[in-house]
């Protein structure tokens, strides 16, 4: 009830300078159990709970949860082991075909995994987002990015591959840094990577920041001949106001519409209305996480998507099996959801 009290007078509105000011705060409570703990103890609790306050949204207040500690607990772990694993190297790239109308392989997306020496393979799922919170992804990003250069450049002396694009992923922490510009030229000079072939995948969250800045590096970096992709498209902050703001190549369509497109009226037109705007606008669409028969039916023959990315055709691969599916057109498997 005191905290709610704060929480309401807080709240109300002020005036400071013949300003009209108004604040909110985040409130943790931990509550003293009777058994034995320090002082420390029962404050860190309440800057946990804090701290979660503020993950809820901000002007609220969370009583200590031990769920919080052991959460909290587990994601410093992770973010410890992913310290050693950035320095230990320890990373691969898998990669994802990107497949045309014809069932050729056009390219892939370069995806990390983590080859951690104890627990094998680890999903992207479990470290990208302490990655993120952590600032690791910067490092983890430009690991990636340098990685995908040299092999982009590796497939250039070999006629079978030296056509395909690759898509890097890169975070909007990653791109909002000051000398990410410079950072990709330096490692396109290094590697020897051909620029027109290297395709750097953006998320819609980069639109709440800073457009214009957004705006410049991807104009500084197109004119090396790198292409630009709008990942997720439809679920984010994206306006046909940025898009047309946008120098991109491709927008690709998120794999939740293509999911629903033979359940749901409204997900199948988002779908259509997507290709048509993107067509219009010069772009090229990408629908990932296809995995039936029906969803290459109504992207392919009757809506003209440019690629296709998905379970249908292939997983994330290592780089052997990546090359050998290149080498020849892929045909759908069976259902791949089924």
Request: aromatic share 8%; with cysteine; glycine share 6%.
């Amino acid at each position: 009830a005191i905290g709610t009290k704060i929480l309401q007078a807080l709240d109300a509105s002020y005036q400071l300078d013949a300003v009209q000011c108004h604040c909110t705060a985040s409130i943790g409570v931990a509550l003293f159990s009777g058994v034995t703990e320090s002082i420390d103890d029962l404050i860190k609790r309440a800057d946990m709970s804090m701290y979660e306050a503020k993950a809820s949204g901000r002007n609220a207040l969370r009583f200590f949860d031990p769920q919080i500690q052991a959460k909290l607990q587990a994601k410093a772990a992770v973010e410890l082991a992913l310290r050693d694993a950035i320095e230990q190297r320890q990373f691969v790239l898998y990669f994802q075909a990107q497949v045309d109308a014809a069932g050729r392989v056009a390219g892939a997306e370069a995806l990390v995994r983590w080859q951690h020496p104890v627990r094998g393979l680890v999903s992207p799922a479990e470290f990208i987002g302490v990655a993120e919170q952590s600032g690791l992804i910067l490092s983890l990003g430009a690991w990636v990015l340098d990685t995908a250069c040299l092999q982009l450049a590796d497939w250039q002396h070999q006629t079978t591959f030296a056509s395909l694009t690759l898509a890097v992923n890169v975070s909007a922490k990653q791109f909002s840094q000051p000398g990410f510009v410079d950072e990709v030229v330096a490692v396109l000079r290094h590697s020897g990577a051909p620029p027109q072939r290297l395709k750097l995948e953006l998320t819609e969250s980069l639109l709440v920041d800073d457009v214009d800045d957004v705006v410049a590096k991807m104009t500084a970096l197109k004119t090396l001949g790198i292409g630009f992709s709008l990942d997720d498209f439809g679920t984010g902050y994206s306006s046909l106001a940025y898009l047309s703001r946008l120098p991109l190549d491709q927008l690709k369509i998120d794999q939740g519409f293509v999911r629903d497109i033979e359940s749901s009226d409204e997900a199948a037109a988002i779908c259509s209305a997507t290709i048509s705007l993107a067509h219009s606008l010069s772009m090229k669409v990408v629908a990932e996480g296809v995995e039936t028969q029906a969803q290459l039916y109504f992207l392919n023959t009757v809506h003209h998507c440019d690629l296709i990315q998905g379970y249908l055709f292939s997983r994330p691969v290592p780089l052997s099996e990546f090359e050998q599916l290149a080498r020849q057109p892929l045909k759908p498997k069976a259902d791949s959801a089924a």
